[in-house]
């Protein structure tokens, strides 16, 4: 089978560990590169948990660096991330200490411009951290921008509410960055909370991960389990927990998990107090004028994804 290229942005965090063994374990991509930004941790955590992540599955990809800090945005949502992901930010698991591998030299954006100048086929970006990359790229890089085929990201929201209306952690991080994605005409497939809210894992998955028996499952099941265990005592126990980040991966894999998309106008806000972050989307495509600039994903089909995920845990080592 034909790989697709891929790189993934990201900031690790649990979900998007899975997002990185779902995309680096399975057949259908090539993970040209996996970049941080800062998110759930700052940069130098989160590139250290990314390089423990990739060290420990025997993936051999680039890991880089990104920006330090969301364009404009200073808030800091510390309290949130270590309520989901603990101190390290990825809480649960403990990795050997040391890593062989190095982060490379090159600054993220850079390593994106190489792989989508040498690149003969179009490149898929994977976003599960804030945006800020990948607007510096959109910023950075215009004449590459027709390399890229897709921007699949978690991120936003279209009903489903937070603590804040139509607040997503990602896309709250950095609003000027997703006001900038949002705006850039490349094509969008958005998993947001709407959908990563009705594919929730359970024990049973967990533990029929963990049964695969090999290094990743044991990493994986444990890091699962303590996400669960942090996500559904911080914030809502639905009897089950989402694994956010993933959903953004499966599409990619497998056009056909996903089983309801709508294409919309999505907005980011980054005027008012109020709702600085939020994705406003015309989920009754009301605004006859306005740009359908996103596919927003509702719903995925549940079976089809865990068996992916346990999948590419399997052929790992
Ligand atoms: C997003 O926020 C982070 O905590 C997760 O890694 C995910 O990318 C969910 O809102
Ligand atoms: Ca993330």
């Known amino acids: 089978m034909k790989r697709k290229p891929v790189i993934i942005d990201c900031d690790p965090g649990h979900d998007d560990m899975v997002a990185m063994v779902l995309a680096i374990g ?69 990795f050997p200490e040391k890593i062989d591998r190095k982060p490379s030299d090159k600054n993220a954006i ?28 959109i910023k950075a890089l215009p004449n590459l921008l027709d390399k890229i085929e897709c921007i699949s990201l978690m991120g936003g929201t279209c009903r489903f509410l937070f603590e804040k209306p139509f607040m997503e952690y990602n896309t709250y991080t950095d609003p000027e960055a997703s006001k900038i994605v949002f705006e850039s005409g490349l094509p969008i497939m958005m998993y947001g909370y709407d959908v990563t809210y009705t594919a929730l894992y359970t ?10 028996g090999n290094e990743t499952s044991k990493m ?30 499966a599409g990619v894999i497998d056009p056909t998990v996903v089983i309801d998309v709508r294409a919309m106008n999505v907005k980011i806000d980054t005027k008012s107090d109020y709702l600085y972050g939020a994705t406003i989307c015309d989920y009754d495509n009301r605004l006859k004028d306005a740009k359908k600039n996103a596919n927003v994903v509702f719903k995925l089909d549940n079976e089809k994804f865990f068996n992916m995920i346990y999948d590419s845990v399997k052929n790992l080592k």
């Open 220 to 249: 994986v099941a444990a890091l699962m389990r303590k996400f669960m265990t942090l996500h559904n005592s911080a914030f809502l126990d639905l009897g089950g927990c989402p694994v956010h980040d993933a959903c953004a991966v």
């Open 203 to 212: 024990n049973d998955f967990i533990n029929r991960v963990e049964s695969i």
């Open 26 to 94: 399975s057949e259908a991509l090539d993970v040209k590169a996996v970049t941080c930004v800062p998110g759930n941790k700052p940069l130098n955590k989160v590139i250290k948990n990314a390089l423990h992540v990739v060290d420990y599955i025997g993936s051999d990809c680039i890991v880089a660096g990104g920006a330090e800090s969301a364009l404009v945005n200073t808030t800091s949502e510390t309290d949130i991330s270590i309520a989901f992901h603990g101190e390290s930010g990825l809480d649960g698991f403990e």
């Open 110 to 137: 850079e390593v994106v411009a190489d792989i989508l100048r040498n690149s003969k086929e179009k490149v898929t970006i994977i976003a599960t951290g804030p945006l800020t990359n990948i607007a510096l790229i």
